[in-house]
């Protein structure tokens, strides 16, 4: 099967990545993350991905546009009832992701998002089973929350960079502003 792998970044693909390699599946890594605030951190994520891609042997795709303007269009429309930012994000990414799929010929995909316990898990499966309705294509659920601890340690291990927040303006605030209340 050939799989497009949606990144998030390279910290959590490491042990989907391991996980699937194990299972033979043909991967091919994608990155696209208009989400990511600010654009250091923003590159310094991509390139981690690059670093990782490169030392896996892995095919990367990147359509590497800087997005937050057209980010905060998206979750922050004018209207009154804004839609939920990361529901809103995790549509984002995974459309320009199926679509990618769809144009390149894949016949499935997935997202290193699953690794996350700290994303919206049951979000993601949805959006994600109605993105390969939409484009025709299987949507390679997999739970990998349960490496999420592992692929830490082996992230850190490999020394990658190592983000203190989900990615989008809004969760670096939330972030940060949780830190500055503890104290």
């Not at 792998?5 to 990155?31: G, M, Q, R, T, Y």
């Not at 590159?43 to 980010?71: M, P, Q, V, W």
């Not at 529901?87 to 699953?114: I, N, V």
């Not at 692929?151 to 939330?174: P, V, W």
Request: net charge negative; hydrophobic share 35%.
């Amino acid at each position: 099967m050939m799989l497009l792998v949606h990144c998030c970044c390279a910290p959590c693909s490491v042990a989907c990545i391991k996980s699937l390699k194990n299972e033979n599946i043909d991967l091919h890594l994608f990155w696209f993350n208009p989400n990511i605030h600010g654009l250091a951190e923003y590159k310094l994520r991509r390139d981690c991905l690059k670093d990782f891609a490169i030392a896996e042997d892995l095919k990367l795709s990147l359509i590497d546009e800087y997005g937050l303007k057209e980010f905060l269009k998206e979750v922050m429309p004018d209207n009154d009832e804004p839609p939920s930012r990361c529901e809103t994000c995790y549509k984002l990414r995974l459309e320009k992701t199926a679509s990618f799929a769809a144009k390149e010929g894949f016949e499935s995909f997935t997202t290193t998002l699953l690794i996350s316990p700290y994303q919206n898990h049951e979000a993601i499966k949805r959006i994600g089973e109605e993105m390969a309705a939409k484009y025709n294509l299987g949507f390679y659920y997999r739970d990998f929350r349960p490496l999420f601890r592992d692929g830490q340690t082996l992230a850190r291990n490999k020394n990658f960079y190592m983000q203190k927040y989900c990615g989008c303006i809004f969760s670096e605030e939330d972030r940060y502003s949780r830190k500055s209340d503890d104290q």
